[in-house]
């Protein structure tokens, strides 16, 4: 389960929008997404994305692997 603030409504329903947790794990991984980008990947990417942890330096670099290859894709 990836954290998921209140203030943020239902955007965890369709995730149309970044989610503030995987804002800070793109922060920590020193990438970025356009709301575009990000809308162009499917929901279970961007599932994998909220859910995949940033805990430790490899964490991270899976991350950046993930999120690269997703990128990539479209």
Do not use: N
Not at 10 to 32: F, G, N, Q, W, Y
Not at 64 to 70: G, I, R, S, Y
């Amino acid at each position: 389960m990836y954290k998921r603030f209140d203030f943020e409504g239902d955007i965890h329903d369709t995730l149309e929008c970044v989610p503030m947790s995987v804002r800070r794990k793109l922060d920590l991984a020193a990438l970025k997404i356009s709301l575009e980008g990000w809308q162009a990947l499917s929901l279970a990417e961007r599932l994998t994305l909220c859910h995949l942890p940033v805990d430790t330096e490899l964490d991270l670099g899976v991350y950046c692997q993930v999120m690269t290859a997703f990128c990539e894709r479209e």
